[in-house]
């Protein structure tokens, strides 16, 4: 797994062109195709949910299968500057290692980290859930996977966190991924009030180069590596 310095120092040198764009901080966070969504808000967000069916990951058509090739697709919660947050996906690896993970972070106190434990395949449906306590600042991510019946929870204690801001990610590192189609669907977020924030809401899409395409609708966002 990229460790969060290399994958920050990598981003850090990459541009993205935004569409329909507003003014939002691209979150600096990991390497490669970066391509997403990301909608704010005026009141602090609570609850991030959404389905995901884990993409198969496969080395480009004639790159060299010895290098390691990884895709990245998560959604998270943060405040403006991309450092207090927490995010949740999978990372899904070709070539030089293969197979899928869990990963998550509660930045900047608990960084990327994999759930080697909790077994998930190309495939599987997952539903991955972000919970704030507005009161305290504790988080907690719940992971379902329905293909296998599993579950998992990872916690963090007073964070304290203000999120206004929720976004839907597809990440690629290794030249041409293969990634394939990354759905996120049933998937929202709940702000204090009771309101909800839907993908078509995104005030801002990102897509890192021509190969990648973002649709955003109110039932999911659909990222694709073309």
Not at 27 to 53: C, E, F, H, Q, W
Not at 55 to 64: C, F, I, L, Q, R
Not at 95 to 124: H, K, M, Q, R, W
């Amino acid at each position: 797994m990229l460790s969060l310095s290399v994958i920050t120092g990598l981003l850090a040198a990459l541009s993205c062109t935004a569409v329909n764009a507003a003014p939002t901080t691209v979150p600096a966070k990991r390497d490669g195709y970066l391509s997403g969504a990301i909608a704010t808000t005026s009141v602090p967000l609570t609850v991030m949910t959404g389905n995901l069916i884990v993409p198969s990951m496969t080395v480009p058509a004639g790159a060299n299968p010895t290098v390691l090739y990884v895709g990245q697709a998560f959604i998270g919660l943060s405040e403006s500057t991309w450092q207090n947050n927490v995010f949740v996906g999978v990372q899904c690896f070709a070539g030089l290692s293969s197979g899928c993970e869990v990963y998550y972070e509660f930045g900047p106190s608990i960084p990327i980290t994999a759930s080697p434990n909790f077994t998930v395949s190309s495939g599987d449906l997952l539903l991955v859930t972000i919970d704030e306590v507005p009161t305290t600042g504790d988080g907690q991510i719940t992971v379902i996977n329905y293909s296998t019946g599993d579950q998992a929870s990872f916690s963090n204690t007073g964070s304290g966190l203000s999120d206004l801001y929720l976004a839907w990610w597809m990440v690629g590192s290794g030249q041409g991924i293969d990634f394939g189609d990354v759905a996120w669907t049933e998937t929202s977020a709940m702000t204090r009030n009771g309101s909800y924030i839907t993908p078509d809401m995104a005030q801002t899409t990102y897509q890192m180069n021509s190969h990648t395409s973002v649709e955003t609708y109110s039932w999911g966002a659909v990222i694709t590596y073309n």
